[in-house]
């Protein structure tokens, strides 16, 4: 395998700082298990990252194979996609560290997760967190990737990507491929249900629903899901207005494949007390065999293990390629051995 294939290639990652949300899967990971057949695709934990905030080191390691099983239970098939563990790769942080001097101070404090993470954890506002950016360039940059499929909140990162690439293109020559955020149409930015104003965050747990949760747990975070104080409990995509039914609609959206006029029609007259229960059911549905599915591999530590090794050998292949191209470039002298 290498990355002169025909085939495009697509890359994205995801924190194991909590477990995987309904805004992870809608946003991310549900519209990647299509994607194999087409593309050359590389999914991993994205370990590195999360070390900008403090963690639990038990916790991590837990919540990293963890999530490596809930990608395959959602249809990420190991045959067909190449998922790994980031810190397994160690290119990551190398390239992260040149392209780190080619990314500009104003660049970086412009980014509003930095400016969010910055304020909620004020006693900590460490280096990496500054230059988190970066190591996302390098991740996607070192696999030459064509797209990133990500949800709203990641593409201002994408964009500082794509500038950081066409950069060092500019001074270097034809190094790296710029790649493309990749977004879906609806599920992109899925809010809290206690607070439709707010992205879903595992920072909130009352108004974030896991893809481990129990069904009645799910029910319900759905029943006491806020909605608005319409009389009528109109049920009606207005996102400006109706925050909280629009938020509803959207998951409900990607979980039935109903497009927003279908499911007006459907709950039209009914109200608040039936749509709320309704979404909550097709969620509850749609998540089951995922969970089930991820239960039983969490419990095959060698399956995972397996997969996680073979993932990093063959992420490993592809990166190191790019990287030794990069040491070239900027004048680094050949490693002798
Ligand atoms: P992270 O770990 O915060 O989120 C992982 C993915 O889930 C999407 N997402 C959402 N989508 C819709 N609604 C939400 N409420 C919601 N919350 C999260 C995110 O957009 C993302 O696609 N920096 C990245 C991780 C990363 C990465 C990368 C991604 C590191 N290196 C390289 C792509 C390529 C992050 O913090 O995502």
């Not at 954890?121 to 499929?149: C, H, K, R, W």
Request: hydrophobic fraction near 35%; include cysteine; aromatic fraction near 10%.
């Amino acid at each position: 395998m290498d990355n002169t294939t025909a085939k495009k290639v697509m890359l994205s990652g995801i924190q194991p700082s909590g477990d995987l949300h309904l805004g992870n899967y809608l946003g991310a990971v549900k519209n990647w298990a299509d994607l194999a057949d087409e593309f050359d695709c590389y999914y991993f934990m994205a370990d590195l990252h999360t070390l900008t905030v403090r963690q639990n080191p038990a916790e991590l390691r837990r919540r990293s194979t963890q999530q490596l099983a809930q990608y395959i239970a959602c249809g990420l098939d190991p045959e067909k996609n190449t998922l790994f563990i980031q810190s397994h790769v160690h290119e990551h942080a190398e390239l992260g560290w040149i392209l780190n001097c080619y990314t500009m101070f104003g660049e970086l404090s412009r980014m509003t997760q930095f400016k969010d993470k910055s304020a909620k954890n004020a006693e900590n506002v460490n280096g990496g967190l500054f230059t988190y950016p970066s190591l996302m360039a390098a991740d996607i940059l070192l696999y030459q990737a064509d797209f990133v499929p990500v949800g709203e909140d990641q593409k201002q990162h994408c964009e500082l990507t794509r500038d950081i690439a066409t950069r060092f293109n500019n001074i270097y020559g034809e190094t790296f491929k710029v790649p493309e955020p990749y977004i879906p149409k609806v599920g992109a930015r899925i809010m809290s249900l206690g607070a439709p104003n707010n992205k879903m965050s595992k920072s909130d747990p009352q108004g974030c629903v896991f893809l481990l949760d129990k069904p009645e747990d799910i029910a319900r975070k759905f029943k006491r899901a806020v909605t608005d104080s319409d009389t009528e409990h109109c049920v009606r995509y207005a996102p400006q207005e109706k925050p909280g039914v629009a938020n509803l609609m959207s998951i409900y959206s990607s979980v039935t494949g109903k497009s927003f006029d279908e499911i007006e029609r459907e709950f039209d007259g009914k109200g608040y007390g039936v749509f709320k229960p309704a979404v909550g059911e097709a969620v509850i549905e749609h998540l089951r065999p995922i969970r089930e599915e991820a239960e039983r591999i969490i419990a095959d530590k060698a399956y995972l293990s397996s997969v996680y090794t073979e993932g990093a050998r063959k992420a490993q292949y592809i990166a190191r390629k790019t990287l030794r191209k990069v040491y070239k470039k900027v004048g680094l002298v050949e490693k002798p051995f």
